[in-house]
Nanobody
Framework: VQLQASGGGLVQAGGSLRLSCAAS????????MAWFRQGPGKEREFAAG????????YYADSVKGRFTISKDNAKNTLYLQMNSLNPEDTSVYYC?????????????????WGQGTQVTVSS
């Protein structure tokens, strides 16, 4: 499975961005998938995930209510809609896929990674 993330950029505080992650090589319909992020000088952290079993979604507390993860199985693409962005959201965002249908919140449980896309939020 190859993952290609896109959609990052520079946005003002309060603005929105939508990230995309196109998968190729095989269908990720039944894979657990997630977005992680890594801010400057910080460790990579979980942001949002979606189950490959029932499509249930789960979020880190820091993004709950502002970010929405979704997946289009026909397009084999994962999305992250980010609203009400603030400077603390500035990070490189990575998409990831797990062979487990529920990938969880630990990066160690994900088998495939995209290259990352930079999101910068100005104050």
């Amino acid at each position: 499975v190859q993952l290609q993330a896109s959609g990052g950029g520079l946005v003002q505080a309060g603005g929105s961005l939508r990230l995309s992650c196109a998968a190729s090589g095989r269908t990720v319909r039944y894979y657990g998938m997630a977005w992680f992020r890594q801010g400057p000088g910080k460790e990579r952290e979980f942001a949002a995930g979606i189950s490959g079993d029932d499509g249930s979604k789960y979020y880190a507390d820091s993004v709950k209510g502002r970010f929405t993860i979704s997946k289009d199985n026909a397009k084999n693409t994962l999305y992250l809609q980010m609203n009400s962005l603030n400077p603390e959201d500035t990070s490189v965002y990575y998409c990831a896929a797990s062979r487990q249908r529920y990938g969880g919140t630990s990066s160690a449980d994900y088998d495939y990674w995209g290259q990352g896309t930079q999101v910068t939020v100005s104050s």
